[in-house]
């Protein structure tokens, strides 16, 4: 009978954990994501933006700083030009951030931006990111990734500093696999 009780509660229990886990991978993230876009909660930098003139704020400075690191399993070397650059409202400008790929293999990166205070997200607008894409390298490659971008007139006045942070990804085999799909078998094809 013991053993019959024991087994119940196992099952149950590795029921639980795989629940757990497929909530945490495909359920949870389009719900976090849509959770800040409407919030603007975590600093989620918006998509591209498209440059319209805006009148510069000269009396006005701001610092944007730039921080980058790497997921655990991304080996590459990866970091900002510069650390941090004083900015106008309203004008656009460019840096680039380095990354290479120092292993013996071809991979494939994605960076993820993230913006501290995270109520500045909403004014910081990217016309140009490497982040809208996936940076393929191959081995012992390096490369300057480019970001412009335009902090708005309208950031709240008491926001001095503003903090761009990518994180970036090894995606290569999820890369392999979206271009195994999309490549043409001539054994199908009539």
Not at 14 to 36: E, G, K, Q, R
Not at 75 to 82: A, L, N, Q, Y
Not at 117 to 135: I, V
Request: glycine residues 4%.
């Amino acid at each position: 009978m013991k053993i019959g009780a024991n087994a119940r509660v196992s099952i149950k229990l590795l029921a639980v954990a795989v629940s757990m886990l497929v909530f945490a991978i495909f359920i949870m993230p389009p719900i976090y994501d849509a959770f800040c876009e409407i919030t603007g909660l975590n600093g989620k930098t918006g998509g591209r933006y498209e440059a319209v003139p805006a009148v510069v704020d000269k009396s006005r400075i701001v610092t944007v700083q730039f921080i980058a690191s790497n997921n655990e399993n991304m080996p590459w070397r990866f970091r900002p030009s510069v650390i941090s650059m004083k900015v106008h409202p309203g004008e656009i400008k460019d840096t680039v951030f380095l990354a290479e790929n120092n292993t013996s293999k071809d991979m494939v990166g994605q960076a993820i931006p993230s913006m501290v205070p995270f109520k500045a997200a909403e004014y910081f607008h990217k016309t140009e990111c490497f982040c809208f894409n996936q940076q393929e390298l191959k081995a012992g490659e390096s490369a300057e990734l480019p970001l412009r971008f335009i902090v708005d007139p309208d950031l709240p006045a008491n926001v001095n500093t503003v903090t761009l942070s990518y994180t970036l990804f090894d995606v290569t085999e999820r890369f392999a696999n979206k271009t195994d799909k999309n490549q043409i078998d001539p054994e199908r094809e009539g």
